[in-house]
């Protein structure tokens, strides 16, 4: 054993004996959060619940309501816990109002074991009682999520005020070990960065720092005017390379440079983490000041994975605790060289890194009053007691605020003692022992933790043999052969934010590019071109393409049909691998093809990423569906007989798209028609043919044989209508607006002379989707998501919300937050990476919804409506209507841009009944905690996609199969299993395979496919 590991034993039993004395009462068996915990930690379907019904509690305020979400989410307990549950929840139905005030009661006793005080007033008291203990204090004002730059304010000022407060109640406060003092200020803030402003954009560090800073100076000067020290906490990934800038920039200005009392959180669950804080130390010794660093593991560790996983990225945590553990240590070490430099505060409840910090700051000869231990009120009290009897430093973080904002640091502390690999639950509740405990992590990476703990995951985001059903994989998916979302392009990293720069410079310098037509593989220039414009700045012109006349159009027909022939009896293996191919050359143009996206139809960085994302998983994702349907499968096992279903190609379909996902909706449908074995015309949308050029461009890299794939630019006017009605077009795949996608349908009904197939339409149009925000709903979440459903891309997005439905028992509560998030809003040019606002797409767009705005303006109240905008581009400002009724015009017509009718209603039912009252149904959302509304809502609600308590736009390919019914679409579903059959005609063949009474007994479930003549 290593001279640092007895060390480390020694001092952590020393530590053991003296918590010993003073057992852990959170983890006693007595008390109500006792027996919580306790079932919690024995059933995990039970802590869920549990963990749900605390977080809705405190926005419950009548009896009835308690008791209601009770039943809800307890009255189907399992066996093992239903004489507890299930006489609480009879309970409470007799007696609501007694029983839900005992609820209350015991809820809030939970939180005041994590919460130091409801307000300044009470904090005091728990500070002075800590100070008769020898505790230092940090303390934290609770409201970590601000949805408006009006709350953001209202929390620096709570910040200040506290501030003085504190250093008011504690002059004359000595520091309790005495030795170092100067290092270690008696007052000390936590401050939360994200509760500072509410527009935080990972893409946008800078402008995130522009609005913190000045709210942060103040707060900094004041704090080195009281001699009091700032912490800044560490939040979650997308906000760690902002928060580690910004603490750099201001602690290097002037003002700061030379005051050591501010600190700054490094997150030691973070793969990034030793970067990291090398790079602090670094700059810290430029600097020549002292600065604090909280060295922590980290508190968002599920939402993280979380996130990850949906989002298809790597994962910035560790996904093993002891490698947690070991990478404190490393940490601790490199804190501990440096301490000339850096003061060490190691936040953990963890006797092993404790004892670690300790041993090695003794063998580094570092005496003790140099560095400090961190913990949580409400936690690990003895082994704060312990450490102050043995001479450490010990200072307490005291979570100051109401129930209500405290929520989600109730939620996190109560999933930390409950955690699985937790230190404090394997020490207090499932009594481990001190030799297991004080193990070297090291050890135990990819072993067991502590005897019954589940064996640490392994794997990374994806398995060495590609299968990772996490990974958004279909569940009825074969092993070998597996389908995956492309990952979103994660603009937290600053090479992507460079490479996105860089792209936009180089789109730019290239505007004014010429795109010819191509038809059977040959580009035709005709004597007109369309120009494209940037709505932002409609001066500039991004490019240009030949524009179609019905000659033109009538060669494109002819080059598909002429080549159906071949492509259709091509395998679709190969037409598989086309897709495939063309997938790949669209990952690698992302950022450039992103880039486009932002001048040519305006859309935000992420927005425009999302896009490319879409088509890339649309051809992977035909690809794979192709491969599962293409081979003729056996339709019954019977004897003497053998009959196989198999799908034809339909012919040439002409493909129309929208420009509101310019690359995704027209890849998708080209993709979707060229796997099945159509040949395709491809018309892009005017305003957005620079992008469907590109496309024409990647699949005839990717090897799109002449004529299977044919461009064809022009106005749907002329050349859309002439190709609908064509007597050799078999399929119109279309996407748009009600109007267009209405006269399809008709016309593509009647029969023409020489017409062979009746023709199939695949048509998708719009939506006035509907928001419904329940009484209980969680408003952090249901506000940020409504905002961002309904202006998100200006609201021009098929799926976005254009009527926020509310309870009248909330109307109040979400109109006022709903109008201030709305105001804080960054409407702009989108080329600037903070921007969430941008241009509508043409005049002929401003002028229409300018026209319902108009007549908003009649029908309803004006509630609220951007000033600062733009001066020039097509920018709308974001507006929002109140007083709407369901029959006003802006409340049934699809208005296709930054329009929000807010209409109040009585109950569920009403809202329900609003939400289905128009002639669309494309997507709805709805927002709740009642688990039998949210049932009622899912069951009721008539829409292609229904999103619970998230926004409403998004869908994902495979994930959330997209498109609607009513007036918004034929009930198809892009992204979906069954989508390519709308563009296949299915045949079965039959044959007698029995000769003179005999016959094989078994037939093959797939046999090759029908081609002639073969290959
Ligand atoms: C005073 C104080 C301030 C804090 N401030 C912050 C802050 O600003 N920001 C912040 O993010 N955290 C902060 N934390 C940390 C956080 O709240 C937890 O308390 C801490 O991570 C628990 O670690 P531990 O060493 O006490 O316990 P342990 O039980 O030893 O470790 C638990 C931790 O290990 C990590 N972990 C769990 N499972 C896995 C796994 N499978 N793979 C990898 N790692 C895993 C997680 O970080 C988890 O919290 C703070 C903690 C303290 C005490």
């Known amino acids: 054993m290593s001279s640092l590991q007895a060390q480390i034993e020694e001092r952590g039993e020393r530590i053991f004996d003296l918590v010993d004395r003073h057992p852990e009462s959170i983890f006693s068996k007595a008390g109500f959060y006792q027996r919580m915990m306790a079932l919690s930690m024995r059933d995990e379907h039970f802590k869920v619940q549990m963990f749900r019904f605390v977080d809705v509690l405190a926005s419950l305020r009548r009896s009835g309501d308690i008791v209601q979400h009770l039943g809800e989410y307890f009255a189907d307990m399992r066996d093992g816990l239903a004489p507890v549950v299930h006489t609480g929840v009879r309970l409470a139905r007799i007696v609501p109002w007694l029983s839900s005030m005992v609820l209350r009661r015991n809820v809030s006793g939970m939180a005041r074991q994590f919460i130091a005080g409801k307000n300044p007033d009470d904090v005091m008291k728990t500070l002075r009682k800590r100070r008769q203990q020898d505790i230092g204090f940090t303390v934290d004002l609770l409201g970590e999520a601000v949805v408006s730059e009006k709350e953001a304010d209202a929390y620096a000022a709570r910040c200040s005020e506290l501030l003085e407060r504190l250093a008011r109640e504690t002059r004359g406060w000595t520091d309790p070990v005495g030795k170092n003092r100067e290092l270690f200020p008696v007052v ?138 070991v990478n404190f240590e490393a940490l601790t070490r490199v804190l501990l060289e440096n301490q000339t430099i850096v003061t060490a505060a190691f936040g953990s409840h963890n006797v092993r890194s404790i004892a670690h910090a300790q041993a090695l700051a003794e063998e580094l000869g570092i005496d003790r009053s140099r560095f400090e231990f961190q913990f949580l009120y409400g936690m690990a009290g003895p082994i704060k007691r312990a450490l102050v009897e043995m001479g450490y430093r010990v200072r307490e973080y005291c979570p100051v605020g109401e129930l209500l904002p405290g929520m989600s640091y109730l939620v996190r502390r109560l999933l930390e003692n409950t955690s699985n690999e937790g230190f404090l639950r394997a020490k207090f509740s499932e009594h481990v022992s001190a030799a297991q405990l004080l193990r070297d992590p090291n050890e135990l990476v990819n072993g067991k933790l502590w005897p019954g703990s589940p064996t640490p995951a392994t794997t990374p985001n994806r398995k060495p043999d590609g299968y990772a059903p996490e990974d958004g994989a279909s569940l009825a998916a074969p092993h070998d052969d597996i389908y995956e979302n492309s990952p979103l392009m994660n603009f937290v990293y600053k090479e992507s934010q460079e490479q996105m720069q860089a792209a936009l410079r180089d789109v730019r310098n290239r505007f004014g590019r010429k795109f010819p037509l191509v038809i059977n593989g040959e580009k035709i220039w005709t004597d007109k071109l369309t120009p494209s414009v940037n709505p932002s700045a409609p001066n500039e012109i991004v490019g240009y393409a030949a524009e179609a006349g ?219 989707n509907p928001v419904i925000v329940d009484s209980d709903a969680d408003l952090d979440e249901a506000i940020v998501d409504s905002i961002y459903s309904a202006f998100g891309y200006q609201g021009q997005k098929c799926s976005a919300c254009s009527r926020l439905i509310v309870l009248e028992e909330n109307y109040d509560r979400v109109l006022e937050r709903l109008l201030s998030a709305a105001a804080s809003l960054r409407v702009g040019n989108p080329e600037e990476p903070g921007i969430m606002v941008g241009p509508v797409i043409d005049e002929a767009a401003y002028k229409r919804i300018q026209d319902y705005i108009n007549i908003g303006k009649g029908e309803a109240t004006l509630a609220y409506q951007a000033k600062a905008i733009p001066g020039k581009g097509y920018f709308i400002a974001p507006t929002i209507f109140t007083g709407v009724q369901p029959n006003m015009r802006i409340a049934r017509e699809e208005i296709f841009g930054p329009v929000l009718s807010v209409i109040k209603v009585r109950d569920l039912d009403e809202a329900i009944e609003v939400a289905n009252g128009t002639d669309y149904a494309l997507t709805a959302g709805f927002f709740s905690r009642s688990p039998a509304n949210i049932e009622h809502a899912k069951a009721e609600i008539e829409a292609g996609n229904i999103y619970i308590n998230r926004s409403c736009t998004g869908a994902v390919v495979g994930r959330h199969p997209f498109g609607g019914f009513k007036m918004s679409g034929g009930g198809t579903k892009a992204g979906g299993e069954d989508y390519l059959l709308q563009f296949l005609l299915p045949r079965v063949v039959t044959e007698n395979i029995m000769r003179h009474g005999f016959a094989p007994e078994e037939t093959a479930p797939h046999r090759d496919e029908f081609l002639w003549p073969p290959r």
Not at 566 to 594: C, G, H, M, N, V
Request: include cysteine; glycine fraction near 8%; charged fraction near 25%.
């Open 550 to 768: 019905i000659p033109e159009a009538e060669r494109a027909v002819k080059a598909a049909r002429d080549a159906f022939g071949k492509w259709s009896r091509t395998p679709f293996e190969e037409r598989a691998q086309l897709l495939e191919r063309a997938a790949a050359i669209l990952d690698r143009r992302r950022y450039e093809l992103s880039a486009l996206e932002v001048f040519e139809v305006g859309k935000s960085w992420a927005e425009a990423d999302g896009d490319i994302r879409e088509a890339i998983d649309f051809c992977h994702f035909y690809a794979y569906q192709m491969r599962l349907i293409g081979r003729p499968r056996l339709t019954q096992q019977v004897p003497g007989e053998e009959s196989y279903q198999h799908y034809w190609p339909r012919g040439v379909a002409l493909v129309i798209a929208p420009w509101n996902f310019p690359m995704a909706i027209l890849c998708g449908m080209v993709s979707a028609a060229l796997v099945t074995g159509n040949t395709v015309i491809m018309k892009p949308s005017e305003q957005s043919l620079n992008i469907g050029a590109m496309l024409m461009e990647i699949f005839e890299e990717a090897g799109v044989p002449p004529g299977v794939l044919n461009f064809l630019n022009g106005r749907g006017s002329v050349i859309g209508a002439h190709l609908v009605d064509h007597k050799d077009v078999d399929l119109i795949a279309f996407t748009g607006s009600r109007e267009v996608g209405l006269r399809i349908w008709e016309s593509a009904g009647i029969t023409r002379p020489g017409q062979r197939e009746l023709k199939r339409v695949v048509c998708e149009m719009g939506g006035k």
């Open 188 to 325: 000390n803030l936590s401050v939360k960065i994200s509760a500072l402003y509410s527009q935080m954009n990972p893409a946008d560090p800078a402008g995130a720092i522009a609005h913190l800073a000045p709210k942060l100076r103040p707060i900094l000067r004041r704090a080195r005017e009281l001699g009091a020290f700032i912490n800044f906490d560490m939040e979650s990934y997308a906000h760690k390379n902002t928060t580690l800038e910004l603490f750099k920039i201001l602690c290097t200005e002037a003002e700061f440079n030379d005051w050591p009392h501010a600190g700054i959180v490094i997150q030691a669950y973070l793969r990034d983490a030793e970067a990291d804080l090398r790079d602090l130390i670094e700059w810290g010794r430029a600097r020549g000041t002292r600065f604090t660093v909280r060295l922590v593991k980290g508190a968002y560790w599920d939402y993280e994975k979380i996130k990850s996983r949906q989002n298809g990225w790597d994962y910035p945590v560790y996904l093993q605790k002891p490698e947690s553990d």
